[in-house]
């Protein structure tokens, strides 16, 4: 059982991600995260501001539930099912990224330099974060899913929306990291 | 008690996340980077079996676990919204390093920063509702 604390393997991940869609759909549910985003929004009084959050939030209490689990799952992964969290990424990788100044790449789980608490005092890392939050928020709603509603959900049923919104996942993605990362860092 | 099956299934989903590292920022970096296979893995074999599932339930008409007839709804045909949609969260995917389904499993991992993730994301969700009649869907 010693495999359970190094780090998975994607052919263990991608079947469990699989069977998690297969246990949702047999519940009668469906898997997708970033409709959580909204009912969160509702919840907090969105709804007296745009009609888009006026719906019964109640009916989806059981997505956050499985939220909540999430939460659950990430603590009980890093705290009790690993024993060392570092990321072993390709050594090239890793080069690279220290030339952009991640000088944590290989040496940790998310970059220090963008992730510690120490890092929240550069008003520039707490700008990135915000920004990157506000288009994953703005883009998932948009798309009317994430990387679990279109790239899972959505292309196991065959739908051509989904394809086309994990086209462009990738068109902004690759954008964002070959032309935008060398702006920013 | 339905209840406590979503949580577990949640969790399940967590601890999937966390030990893939589908949850580090490095990993979608390196995605994006075409220098690992890992993450087209995790997607890639998810989306196999994905498909072989829901066509299965489909052809062959299976019931869920409490009897009742399983229905996908189609997503509603367009083009403009899922691409700009898609590209728009793509750019912030890249950037944040995190998904919906992964920033909440950093918050149990410990990771505090990632809050601010959180509440930008729950703010890009709600100027969405603000804006939806004035983009193009």
Known sequence: ?185 | MRTLIYLCIGILFGITIFKSEAASWFRIYEMFKFESFHMYGIIGSALFIGIIIVQSIKRFKIKSFYGEKINFSPKAKSFSRYMFGGIIFGLGWALAGACPGPMFTLVGAGYISIFIVIIASLLGTFLYGLLKGKLPH
């Not at chain 1, 995260?33 to 969160?40: C, F, H, I, K, P």
């Not at chain 1, 998932?140 to 989904?162: D, E, K, V």
């Open chain 1, 1 to 185: 059982m010693n495999w359970i604390y190094e780090p998975w393997p994607w052919y263990i991940a991608g079947p469990m991600i699989a069977l998690i869609m297969f246990l949702l759909i047999m519940v009668d549910k469906s898997f997708g995260m970033s409709s959580n985003l909204r009912t969160m929004c509702t919840i907090c009084g969105a709804g007296n501001k745009a009609d888009f959050f006026k719906f019964d939030w109640k009916l989806q209490k059981w997505n956050l539930v499985v939220v909540l689990g999430a939460v659950i799952g990430g603590f009980i992964g890093s705290y009790f099912l690993s024993t060392n969290t570092t990321v072993a990424i390709n050594p090239e990788t890793i080069l690279e990224l220290k030339s952009l100044g991640f000088e944590s790449a290989g040496t940790a789980y998310l970059p220090t330099e963008l992730f510690d608490t120490k890092a929240l005092l550069s008003i520039k890392n707490v700008l990135l974060l915000s920004i990157g939050g506000v288009l994953v928020g703005f883009g998932a709603r948009y798309a009317g899913g994430c990387t679990s509603g279109h790239a899972i959900s959505g292309l196991s049923n065959l739908q051509m929306p989904s394809l086309i919104a994990v086209i462009g996942f990738f068109i902004g993605g690759l954008t964002m990291i070959h032309f935008i990362f060398p702006l920013l860092f």
